[in-house]
């Protein structure tokens, strides 16, 4: 299993959000943070972030991480978003409650707002799906823009096609307000084109797009995404052909189903760490099922629990 998985609910994911890459960087790290250690996300135990784990993600200096994390800290207080909940509602958040600064250890603490715990850590059969991805391959892109666009493509990673962003919604899920590149030839020069251009070069992902007009306005974009062939193995995933067909038949609804079922069972016990609630095992078991040497090895306690 990759430790680097960042986790969230595709609700989450395309929240309408506002940060700067800083302010981005310690969402990650703390998702990732959060399974690592086994602390888990709350809403009361505070989460820590060392400066010298934030450098060593994202290529700088222990000060200056400090330097950016405090920074980004003050802003992210009030930082918002909102997003749709599962009757259509609009619901407005802040991401974060609490912080503490620990200067002589170059660290801060936060704790997370309900809905930012809901959305990391919570599972919830069949009617939550989930984008994940490893946090190393958005650690070295330029821009907020970048990595925002990367985290709503790969949850259509499966399909390889999105289908079209519409405009507005799109803006506001890159975090851009409605003032910020009005003409198109804006947006397209220094975001998007930028943010595709910084996507192709540094992930592992390669990325085209397709504008859709009425009249003579572009009212959204569609993406195509495909895995680059010539990926660092440690990023890569070997098959093995005695598991790939029995593998490939478990869909990601499945999968978050299955994974549910079984953390509850006795004998999964061994692979659970620290106090992690069940949700938190599940999403786990989620990521395990997706390395078909686990899925093999698991697959008597799947068919206990109802896998044929």
Known sequence: MKKDLVIKTNRLNQAF??????????VQLAIVDARQTGTGLTTDIPLRIDALRYADVFGTTRQNAYIRMKEAEETLFNRRFSFFDEDGKLVKSRWISQVKYLDNEGAIEIVFTPAVVQGISRINGVKEFFTQYLLSQTSQLKSVYSTRLYELLIQWQSTGKTPVFELQDFRAQLGLDLHEYKLMSDFKKRVLDLAVSDINEKTDIKVNYQQYKKGRSITGFSFTLKHKKNIDK??????DPSTTDIFIKLTDPQRHLFASKLSSLPEMSKY???AESYQQFAVRIAVMLQDPAKFKELTPLLKKVGFK
């Open 272 to 274: 659970s760490q620290g």
């Open 234 to 239: 440690q990023n890569s995933i070997d098959l």
């Open 17 to 26: 959000q506002m940060l700067s890459l800083a302010e981005f960087h310690i």
